[in-house]
């Protein structure tokens, strides 16, 4: 069973940058078997509906939702089985509950968000 | 930038059927995909590919699309299907995924 689990240092003061992690257990971060994972943040402010961040595949190519403006960077590190997200540049409307999840691809197409976080707050707060 | 369109709420009674669209330009190419999300949890995924249905997910929850709208169907509700409800996919280059501004479905 893949458990995916987010952690990050606490608030954040507008200007900073957020930095979170992702720690992965039930599947390796990097999957060489017939499917191919993909792994995103989500977002999602309070009382609000989701957004999706950007996204790290398993060669290690990225893609970023543009409405982000180049603040967004992921990498993944598989020897501790973790991901991880840095927000620059960060501001309140950046403050939501960060969700990490698992896409499933096969054949070439999406299986959808089949795993995710309980997702962790981060408040962007002087 | 790209937008998926859902009504913010659909209604109805215990045992009837909910219907659920979604509106976007890039659909009739792209795949969409459903989530349901109950109050203080994470997405569970409902429907991906339009219609697929993922291992554990009751059969009452299916998916369509037509052109240019997408629509998740549950089939005789139950009270524990009243959640908000997220329609996902691309933008026409395929590479940024969207998200619908969710549809609260209330069971009356």
């Known amino acids: 069973q893949v458990h995916l689990q987010e952690s990050g240092p606490g608030p954040v003061k507008p200007s900073e940058t957020l930095s979170l992690t992702c720690s992965l257990s039930?599947?390796?971060?990097?999957?060489?078997?017939?499917?191919?994972?993909?792994w995103s943040w989500i977002r999602q402010p309070a009382g609000k509906g989701l957004e999706w961040v950007g996204r790290i595949d398993t060669s290690g190519n990225t893609n970023y939702n543009p409405a982000l403006k180049g603040r967004v960077s992921m990498s993944v590190d598989s020897s501790h089985n973790q991901l991880s997200l840095n927000l620059n540049s960060v501001t309140a409307a950046d403050t939501a509950l960060y969700y990490c999840?698992?896409?499933?691809?096969?054949?070439?197409?999406?299986?959808?968000?089949?795993?995710w976080g309980q997702g962790i707050l981060v408040t962007v707060s002087s | 930038s790209y937008e998926l369109t859902q009504p913010p709420s659909v209604s109805v009674s215990p045992g009837q059927t909910a219907r659920i669209t979604c509106f976007g330009d890039a659909l009739p190419k792209q795949y969409a995909y459903w989530y349901q999300q109950k109050p203080g949890q994470a997405p569970v995924l409902v429907i991906y590919?339009?219609?697929e249905r993922p291992s554990g997910i009751p059969e009452r929850f299916s998916g369509s699309s037509s052109g240019t709208t997408v629509t998740l169907t549950i089939s005789g509700v139950q009270a524990e299907d009243e959640a908000d409800y997220y329609c996902q996919s691309a933008d026409s280059s395929g590479s940024c995924w969207v998200f619908g501004g969710g549809t609260k479905l209330t069971v009356l």
């Open positions: 999840a698992r896409e499933s691809f096969w054949s070439g197409y999406s299986h959808g968000f089949d795993y």
């Open positions: 590919k339009d219609s």
């Open positions: 039930g599947a390796p971060v990097f999957n060489d078997s017939l499917s191919s994972d993909y």
